[in-house]
Nanobody
Framework: QVQVVESGGGLVQPGGSLRLSCAAS????????MGWYRQAPGKQRELVAT???????NYADSVKGRFTISRDNAKNTAYLQMNNLQPDDTAVYFC??????????????GGQGTQVTVSS
């Protein structure tokens, strides 16, 4: 079994910063990719950032230059450093972990999400 738990959300003023964490645990052989997505009220879930096993990063245009995705392989944990947060960043942030649990067998695993609210 694999568990993915997000943490680090909260209420922050415009211009502020937060760091989200995504910890994967359980029967993990290796990480293919870890990514962050978000869903604002009344909107579709959208990609925020991904980081694959080769170190390639991909960001949504709306967060480039403000958000940074990173990973601690030893802890199977991904982070999303969010700077200069704006009200449009308000959403539930979800982590997706694409993991190998056996040779040649990978799946996507997600958590419950963490709320980020940017408001004065």
């Amino acid at each position: 079994q694999v568990q993915v738990v997000e943490s680090g959300g909260g209420l922050v003023q415009p211009g502020g910063s937060l760091r989200l964490s995504c910890a994967a645990s359980g029967n993990i052989l290796s990480i293919v990719e870890m990514g962050w997505y978000r869903q604002a009220p009344g909107k579709q879930r959208e990609l925020v950032a991904t980081l694959n096993s080769g170190g390639a990063r991909n960001y949504a245009d709306s967060v480039k230059g403000r958000f940074t995705i990173s990973r601690d392989n030893a802890k199977n944990t991904a982070y999303l450093q969010m700077n200069n947060l704006q009200p449009d960043d308000t959403a539930v942030y979800f982590c997706n972990a694409r993991l190998y649990t056996a040779p040649g067998l990978w799946n996507d695993y997600g958590g419950q999400g963490t709320q980020v609210t940017v408001s004065s």
